[in-house]
Nanobody, 125 residues
Framework: HLVESGGGSVQAGGSLRLSCKASESLNQATALAWFREDPGKWEEGIAA???????HYKDSAKGRFIISKDMAKNMLYLEMNDLTPDDTAKYIC?????????????????????WGQGTQVTVSS
């Protein structure tokens, strides 16, 4: 069970830090990731971190977003900077329990079996 928080409304250029709290230990997860979905668009993977702390980001997130985790607190984070209206979406955290693919495959949603409900991020121009 994953619960996101930290979403909200910001102006372009602003920052937000999203959090994802797991009700159980995340130690069994082989990867954790943030996805986003927006009506009329495909769900897309934004950032992922695996159990070896390997990271992968969608190109549009590189240099602006930072994914991190705190396993002792069962928390996943996404720091988002220099936000643009194109970043407006519902952001959802997910855990991968089976599989160890790395690289771009870490952002494939079918890899993940545990999902949160999402938190809305709205960026105005």
């Amino acid at each position: 069970h994953l619960v996101e928080s930290g979403g909200g409304s910001v102006q372009a250029g602003g920052s937000l830090r999203l959090s994802c709290k797991a009700s159980e230990s995340l130690n069994q997860a082989t990867a954790l990731a943030w996805f986003r979905e927006d009506p009329g668009k495909w769900e897309e993977g934004i950032a992922a971190i695996d159990s070896d702390d390997q990271l992968h980001y969608k190109d549009s997130a590189k240099g602006r977003f930072i994914i991190s985790k705190d396993m002792a607190k069962n928390m996943l984070y996404l720091e988002m900077n220099d936000l643009t209206p194109d970043d407006t979406a519902k952001y959802i955290c997910a855990a991968r329990i089976v599989g160890r693919k790395t690289g771009p495959r870490m952002l494939n949603s079918p890899e993940y079996s545990v999902w949160g409900q999402g938190t809305q991020v709205t960026v105005s121009s």
